[in-house]
């Protein structure tokens, strides 16, 4: 498994995180997703078939780029 924890400056309300935990949540492959309103941070876990890449595309299709 692998782990990354990023800022996702868009997050403004709780309607975001549930927005990014649902959505990179059903990604084959992701064990975990946590983000954080107040922080703008957001937690992913995953193996495979998930790569970051593919994570981080659906972040930025949703509208929650990932910043490291």
């Given at each position: 498994?692998?782990?990354k924890?990023?800022?996702?400056?868009?997050?403004?309300?709780?309607?975001?995180?549930?927005?990014?935990?649902?959505?990179?949540?059903?990604?084959?492959?992701?064990?975990?997703?946590?983000?954080?309103?107040?922080?703008?941070?957001?937690?992913?876990?995953?193996?495979?078939?998930?790569?970051?890449?593919?994570?981080?595309?659906?972040?930025?299709?949703?509208?929650?780029?990932?910043k490291?």
């Open positions: 498994m692998t782990t924890t990023f800022t996702a400056p868009a997050i403004n309300c709780g309607h975001c995180t549930k927005t990014i935990e649902m959505e990179v949540g059903d990604l084959a492959g992701v064990s975990s997703v946590k983000a954080d309103v107040d922080s703008k941070q957001v937690t992913v876990e995953w193996g495979d078939p998930a790569t970051w890449a593919e994570i981080e595309a659906l972040l930025d299709e949703i509208g929650f780029p990932a490291e």
